[in-house]
T-cell receptor
């Protein structure tokens, strides 16, 4: 039981490049979330999903897209990376009747 | 937009001291959670409080939810170096459309010196 895993762990991009961050959970959770964490700003919700095939915008969705084609996977895409997207990205999942969000170890992204 | 103001942002204390971290909002939350995060890892849930005035204790940690469910505090007694980390409060919305979404405070970086 791996919980929530994220790939890659670290990535450096040039401005304008694209990439996809992968989140996988093996707990059969319905809800999944993508956050970004910046110094002094806590975690901010980018997008979330309440089930396979559904996605919704969070607090800071601009510049990001997501997909949830399979229940266990939640992908976060950056179509044209900008230096302002330099951050640590966390994925989390939660069961519908649970209180706890389970977080992955994070992806550190640097956009030059 | 619901906001959570967490204070202080930084706390540096000696082993054995007591400390309190505060989390305040002008909004009402259906629940308030506290997470702890270590460098290079994701946050891990410490506790959830859901009732106004509720107090929960986990060993040396005491968590309180305000009567009006707008604020919370985390008190650590006799802090130890192992308590060092980032502490985050997070408020949960009410209603079926909240889908478990959380609003996080800015976090408190706690350093406990031996």
């Amino acid at each position: 039981n791996a919980g929530v895993t994220q790939t890659p762990k670290f990535r450096v991009l040039k401005t304008g490049q694209s990439m996809t961050l992968l989140c996988a959970q093996d707990m059969n959770h319905e809800y999944m979330y993508w956050y970004r964490q910046d110094p002094g700003m806590g975690l901010r919700l980018i997008h979330y999903s309440v089930g396979e095939g559904t996605t919704a915008k969070g607090e800071v969705p601009d510049g990001y897209n997501v997909s949830r084609l399979k229940k266990q996977n939640f992908l976060l895409g950056l179509e044209s990376a900008a230096p302002s997207q330099t951050s640590v990205y966390f994925c989390a999942s939660r069961g519908t009747s649970q209180e706890t969000q389970y977080f992955g170890p994070g992806t550190r992204l640097l956009v030059l | 937009t619901q906001l959570l103001e967490q204070s202080p942002q930084f706390l540096s204390i000696q082993e054995g001291e007591n400390l309190t971290v505060y989390c305040n909002s002008s909004s009402v939350f259906s629940s308030l959670q506290w997470y702890r995060q270590e460098p290079g890892e994701g946050p891990v849930l410490l506790v959830t409080v859901v009732t106004g005035g509720e107090v929960k204790k986990l060993k040396r940690l005491t968590f309180q939810f305000g009567d009006a469910r707008k604020d919370s505090s985390l008190h650590i007694t006799a802090a130890q170096p192992g308590d060092t980390g980032l502490y985050l409060c997070a408020g949960g919305g009410a209603g079926g459309t909240s889908y478990g979404k959380l609003t996080f405070g800015q976090g408190t970086i706690l350093t406990v010196h031996p």
